[in-house]
């Protein structure tokens, strides 16, 4: 009886120890699945930007004309610390696009669509029906809307009215930095500054928004905001502020080979692009520029009408045009030193750390040469309102390094713009670089996501075509990102469409669609199009039917002005 009673209590203590193991086993095994739910949480943080207890505000700030590589963070020589730190402390695009021209980018950014869609390409009427400005559905989200400085939505002619701002600062026309001819303060007109005032356009912009986020902060600080700053600079004519000037008075008398050289090894530097640098194209000038003997008779023997190589030019060209491109470097100077203000004071409001800022440009460096506004007088001194100066051609070449042709076209040079994303709560990976392809009209949809919605609500009504954008948030924090798989281009008779490493791309004046790969040949030098002639003909189509689809969607019933 005793060995049996012995015999129990050793198998219950067995039994237990066995339960303590096997609880034991069952604590390791748990703890082990916790440490790898941890691990994959942590990874798919790292993978997406860190939400805020409140909407971020938005900073969009677009340049006017501004070449791929003219600002530091891109290669330039031109000093832009401001956007320079933004780059190095938040990310930066190498294959994003915008439409090739002023009006048709203003649009895609505004609205999530194409321009083709919604009447802005060519301008042919009011916004469709089912489209609106993206201040609208921010607006239904809580947020109070800026706008400072170019507008050009002919659609949408007035930003507070029609676009649905609460405050804009309205620039009107643009050939006059020192004495805009029409400007608007929320759609109203103000009376015309004298050229003698101290008025000076990029200044006054960054003024006006100031001026809203003040307003914001004493009034309306409990809400999120999104201000929209759109430089007119560095767009023609050549303005600027002669103490800008003189800090650039030497730097392009090397030449525009010289400065394309050093831009391209810069540029391969900082990872931006590994490739060749093409050569320069004189056959390339825009329609409308002044034929060379006007521009002789006009600007006088420095000017040079084509891209042609620095040392075929006289010494009175090379002096020419060297004081030129420093005025034009001025202008970048002085809108990075504007936008700085605008970066203090963000900071000064305690709102900076969950402040979205995006920087691009609306087109490539543009190679027009004309004259408008208030004319241009051979003996003012350059950079000063009586004159009417454009960096041309040649400049134009070395401001898209290391791209093909100028804005308008959609070749690279045209439609490759940089672009800054910036966002201290929400993005980690400091200074990164994206490869992923994007377009502006991913801009609006990447809005309404960050401000709680989704790119659904970029549309006005119901029954509106799907927006052409998709949200750029996938990409802030995973590297790897592709992007959107295809993007239409179509500017003035030049067609271009991109599907993966694919790009399609036909000048108006070329015979033909010539076929590069985006991923080895960036500069557009080696066309594919005999090699692959299936692949032309299918992308060929592919752009026609989006094409005819676009203008149909165009052609819906419009809203009434």
Same mark, same amino acid.
């Given at each position: 009886?005793?060995?049996? /009673?012995?015999?129990?209590?050793?198998?219950?203590?067995?039994?237990?120890?066995?339960?303590?193991?096997?609880?034991?086993?069952?604590?390791?095994?748990?703890?082990?699945?916790?440490?790898?739910?941890?691990?994959?949480?942590?990874?798919?943080?790292?993978?997406?930007?860190?939400?805020?207890?409140?909407?971020?505000?938005?900073?969009?700030?677009?340049?006017?004309?501004?070449?791929?590589?003219?600002?530091?963070?891109?290669?330039?020589?031109?000093?832009?610390?401001?956007?320079?730190?933004?780059?190095?402390?938040?990310? %930066?695009?190498?294959?994003?696009?915008?439409?090739?021209?002023?009006?048709?980018?203003?649009?895609?950014?505004?609205?999530?669509?194409?321009?083709?869609?919604? %009447?802005?390409?060519?301008?042919?009427?009011?916004?469709?029906?089912?489209?609106?400005?993206?201040? %609208?559905?921010?607006?239904?989200?809580?947020?109070?809307?800026?706008?400072?400085?170019?507008?050009?939505?002919?659609?949408?002619?007035?930003?507070?009215?029609?676009?649905?701002?609460?405050?804009?600062?309205?620039?009107?026309?643009?050939?006059?930095?020192?004495?805009?001819?029409?400007?608007?303060?929320?759609?109203?007109?103000?009376?015309?500054?004298?050229?003698?005032?101290?008025?000076?356009?990029?200044?006054?912009?960054?003024?006006?928004?100031?001026?809203?986020?003040?307003?914001?902060?004493?009034?309306?600080?409990?809400?999120?905001?999104?201000?929209?700053?759109?430089?007119?600079?560095?767009?023609?004519?050549?303005?600027?502020?002669? /103490?800008?000037?003189? %800090?650039?008075?030497?730097?392009?008398?090397?030449?525009?080979?010289?400065?394309?050289?050093?831009?391209?090894?810069?540029?391969?530097?900082?990872?931006?692009?590994?490739?060749?640098?093409?050569?320069?194209?004189?056959?390339?000038?825009? /329609?409308?520029?002044?034929?060379?003997?006007?521009?002789?008779?006009?600007?006088?023997?420095?000017?040079?009408?084509?891209?042609?190589?620095?040392?075929?030019?006289?010494?009175?060209?090379?002096?020419?045009?060297?004081?030129?491109?420093?005025?034009?470097?001025?202008?970048?100077?002085?809108?990075?030193?504007?936008?700085?203000?605008?970066?203090?004071?963000?900071?000064?409001?305690?709102?900076?750390?969950?402040?979205?800022?995006?920087?691009?440009?609306?087109?490539?460096?543009?190679?027009?040469?004309?004259?408008?506004?208030?004319?241009?007088?051979?003996?003012?001194?350059?950079?000063?309102?009586?004159?009417?100066?454009?960096?041309?051609?040649?400049?134009?070449?070395?401001?898209?390094?290391?791209?093909?042709?100028?804005?308008?076209?959609?070749?690279?040079?045209?439609?490759?713009?940089?672009?800054?994303?910036?966002?201290?709560?929400?993005?980690?990976?400091?200074?990164?670089?994206?490869?992923?392809?994007?377009?502006?009209?991913?801009?609006?949809?990447?809005?309404?996501?960050?401000?709680?919605?989704?790119?659904?609500?970029?549309?006005?009504?119901?029954?509106?075509?799907?927006?052409?954008?998709?949200?750029?948030?996938?990409?802030?924090?995973?590297?790897?990102?592709?992007?959107?798989?295809?993007?239409?281009?179509?500017?003035?008779?030049?067609?271009?469409?991109?599907?993966?490493?694919?790009?399609?791309?036909?000048?108006?004046?070329?015979?033909?669609?010539?076929?590069?790969?985006?991923? /080895?040949?960036?500069?557009?030098?080696?066309?594919?199009?005999?090699?692959?002639?299936?692949?032309?003909?299918?992308?060929?189509?592919?752009?026609?039917?989006?094409?005819?689809?676009?203008?149909?969607?165009?052609?819906?019933?419009?809203?009434?002005?």
């Amino acid at each position: 009886m005793l060995e049996r /009673s012995a015999w129990c209590c050793s198998k219950k203590r067995e039994a237990k120890r066995g339960d303590i193991a096997a609880g034991l086993k069952r604590v390791c095994r748990a703890a082990w699945i916790v440490w790898i739910v941890l691990c994959v949480a942590l990874f798919a943080s790292a993978a997406r930007p860190a939400l805020a207890d409140r909407p971020p505000n938005f900073v969009v700030i677009l340049a006017d004309d501004l070449g791929w590589s003219d600002i530091g963070a891109y290669g330039g020589e031109i000093r832009t610390p401001n956007l320079d730190a933004l780059a190095l402390n938040g990310l %930066r695009y190498t294959q994003f696009y915008n439409a090739g021209r002023c009006w048709p980018t203003r649009a895609a950014i505004m609205t999530g669509y194409y321009a083709q869609q919604v %009447r802005m390409d060519p301008p042919s009427g009011p916004l469709p029906d089912w489209a609106q400005v993206v201040a %609208r559905p921010l607006k239904a989200r809580g947020y109070r809307t800026y706008h400072s400085g170019k507008w050009h939505v002919f659609a949408a002619p007035r930003p507070k009215a029609d676009g649905g701002f609460d405050r804009s600062y309205h620039i009107k026309t643009q050939d006059r930095y020192f004495s805009p001819l029409k400007t608007a303060l929320d759609d109203r007109p103000l009376p015309q500054p004298k050229p003698e005032s101290g008025y000076y356009m990029t200044t006054a912009i960054a003024d006006y928004a100031l001026r809203f986020l003040d307003e914001h902060e004493r009034t309306h600080r409990k809400k999120p905001f999104f201000l929209y700053v759109a430089f007119t600079a560095p767009h023609f004519p050549l303005h600027a502020l002669q /103490s800008d000037i003189e %800090r650039y008075k030497d730097t392009y008398t090397v030449g525009w080979d010289v400065i394309r050289a050093r831009r391209l090894e810069r540029l391969k530097k900082l990872g931006l692009y590994d490739g060749p640098l093409p050569p320069l194209e004189p056959r390339y000038t825009p /329609s409308w520029n002044l034929p060379p003997k006007k521009l002789m008779a006009v600007f006088g023997k420095g000017e040079v009408a084509r891209a042609v190589p620095w040392d075929t030019l006289t010494e009175e060209q090379k002096a020419f045009q060297a004081r030129k491109m420093a005025i034009h470097a001025a202008m970048v100077d002085r809108m990075d030193r504007e936008i700085g203000r605008i970066i203090a004071k963000l900071k000064a409001m305690g709102v900076w750390e969950n402040t979205v800022t995006f920087f691009l440009s609306d087109n490539g460096a543009s190679a027009e040469q004309i004259v408008r506004g208030d004319g241009h007088d051979p003996a003012a001194l350059l950079g000063s309102w009586r004159t009417y100066l454009s960096i041309g051609p040649g400049w134009s070449s070395a401001s898209n390094t290391p791209f093909r042709l100028h804005k308008s076209w959609v070749h690279e040079g045209g439609v490759a713009t940089p672009l800054i994303v910036h966002w201290p709560q929400g993005i980690r990976d400091k200074g990164g670089i994206r490869h992923a392809v994007g377009h502006v009209v991913d801009i609006p949809a990447t809005l309404v996501e960050l401000a709680g919605g989704n790119v659904q609500d970029l549309r006005a009504t119901s029954d509106a075509p799907p927006p052409s954008g998709q949200s750029l948030v996938p990409t802030f924090g995973d590297a790897g990102a592709s992007g959107r798989k295809q993007i239409f281009l179509s500017h003035i008779g030049n067609r271009g469409l991109l599907e993966g490493r694919w790009k399609l791309v036909r000048a108006k004046s070329m015979k033909r669609w010539a076929l590069y790969d985006m991923l /080895s040949d960036r500069a557009e030098l080696n066309d594919l199009s005999t090699r692959y002639p299936e692949l032309v003909e299918r992308l060929s189509s592919l752009w026609h039917r989006l094409d005819a689809r676009f203008r149909m969607d165009a052609n819906r019933p419009a809203r009434n002005p």
